[in-house]
T-cell receptor, first 117, second 113 residues
Framework: KAGVTQTPRYLIKTRGQQVTLSCSPISGHRSVSWYQQTPGQGLQFLFEYFSETQRNKGNFPGRFSGRQFSNSRSEMNVSTLELGDSALYLC????????????????FGAGSRLTVL | QKEVEQDPGPLSVPEGAIVSLNCTYSNSAFQYFMWYRQYSRKGPELLMYTYSSGNKEDGRFTAQVDKSSKYISLFIRDSQPSDSATYLCATLDRGSTLGRLYFGRGTQLTVWP
C-alpha cells in the first residue's frame, strides 16, 4: 500500500512569490492534515480537511490556505512568501473522521522542504 | 507556554543503553498520547499510541503516561544505532478534531556503536 505522497520534495522560492504543495493521502484515507516543521517551533498544525471541508485551522496568517479535492488529494498554498516561511511542510492522512483508536492515527508523508530566499 | 514541552537534547548514548525520553503537557483535556520517530529527511512515523495512564510495551519500546502529573515517557531498552533519530511526543485533545495533534519539539537521539 503506497504511503502519503508529497510533491515537490524540495523547492526554492524568493520573497513575495507564492507556492503550491501537493499531497496524495493513503488510498482510502479521507482526512488530511498539514503541519509546518521548523527547528525553532517544531511541528505546528496548519489545517485539517475531511471530505473537501476544512475542519480545523491552526494559528497561521491568511497567506496560508488549503483545499481538498473529491479524491481526497489536498493542496496547500502560501502566498507572498516571507523568509520565515522556510520550513518542512508535512502532510498526514488517516482513515476516518471519528474513530479515536490507534488505527486512526496520522500517517505522515516525507514532506516538502521549502526554502525562501 | 507551549502545550507540550520536550527537552530537545541532543542525547547521545552507547549501544545497549536504556534511553528515557520525556515530555510534559499542560492541558488536562489531552487524552491520547503518541510517540513518533523521525529519521533525517523523512516524515514522522508512529511508534506508540496510548490512551490511559499506565504502561504500554511494544518490543524494546515502553510508553508510560501519568495523567496526574501530566508526564509522558518513552523508554528504549537495548538501544541500537538504528534507533538514532528524533523522537517526538504528541497529544490529542478530546475536544478537538482528530487530525490536530500537539507536538513537543522533539529529542534528537544518537546511539553510537
Amino acid at each position: 500500500k503506497a504511503g502519503v505522497t508529497q510533491t515537490p520534495r524540495y523547492l526554492i522560492k524568493t520573497r513575495g512569490q507564492q507556492v503550491t504543495l501537493s499531497c496524495s493521502p493513503i488510498s482510502g484515507h479521507r482526512s488530511v492534515s498539514w503541519y509546518q516543521q521548523t527547528p525553532g517551533q517544531g511541528l505546528q498544525f496548519l489545517f485539517e480537511y475531511f471530505s473537501e471541508t476544512q475542519r480545523n485551522k491552526g494559528n497561521f496568517p491568511g497567506r496560508f490556505s488549503g483545499r481538498q479535492f473529491s479524491n481526497s488529494r489536498s493542496e496547500m498554498n502560501v502566498s507572498t512568501l516571507e523568509l520565515g516561511d522556510s520550513a518542512l511542510y508535512l502532510c498526514a492522512s488517516r482513515p476516518s473522521d471519528r474513530d479515536s483508536s490507534g488505527a486512526n492515527v496520522l500517517t505522515f508523508g516525507a514532506g516538502s522542504r521549502l526554502t525562501v530566499l | 507556554q507551549k502545550e507540550v514541552e520536550q527537552d530537545p537534547g541532543p542525547l547521545s548514548v552507547p549501544e545497549g543503553a536504556i534511553v528515557s525520553l520525556n515530555c510534559t503537557y499542560s492541558n488536562s483535556a489531552f487524552q491520547y498520547f503518541m510517540w513518533y520517530r523521525q529519521y533525517s529527511r523523512k516524515g514522522p512515523e508512529l511508534l506508540m499510541y496510548t490512551y490511559s495512564s499506565g504502561n504500554k510495551e511494544d518490543g524494546r519500546f515502553t510508553a508510560q503516561v501519568d495523567k496526574s502529573s501530566k508526564y509522558i515517557s518513552l523508554f528504549i531498552r537495548d538501544s541500537q544505532p538504528s534507533d538514532s533519530a528524533t523522537y517526538l511526543c504528541a497529544t490529542l485533545d478530546r475536544g478537538s478534531t482528530l487530525g490536530r495533534l500537539y507536538f513537543g519539539r522533539g529529542t534528537q537521539l544518537t546511539v553510537w556503536p
